[in-house]
């Protein structure tokens, strides 16, 4: 059962990364050239059908394998274990993560324009940058951390 969660956690990491890596060194660049805020919606409206199924995968898969890894959810938050560290910063980048995207979603896109894109974009850039985070952390666990 590890090996299943930890493929599945790997694909659904592989498309919420790579998507976010898409839409920021391809999409986004074109976007903000042209203030093309309907290639921006165009693109979100078909990534989000994968993307969102990715990271609801994502964090299950990965509250099972830190379960595994680490029982009990408080231990989760024992600093002195350094694969609870790891699961601590996996967790501060998913509420990070969560806190841009419920901005974004509640406050810039609903009255999305041109003058917001710049707004939109840094949201973009963090989220991404969380992503990759996601994912250097995730090597980490079969590294042996971070330093």
Known sequence: MYAIA?????LAATVWTGGHLVLVSVVLPDVLRGRDVARLRQFEAGYE???MPALIVQVATGAWLAHQRVPGVANWFDLSNPVARLIAIKLALLL???AL???ARLRLLPALSERQLGA???HIVAVTLASVGFVVVGVAFRTGGLG
């Open 49 to 51: 059908r994968i993307g």
């Open 120 to 122: 939109l974009a840094w």
């Open 6 to 10: 930890l493929t599945l956690h790997a």
């Open 96 to 98: 990070i993560t969560v």
């Open 101 to 103: 995207a419920a901005h």
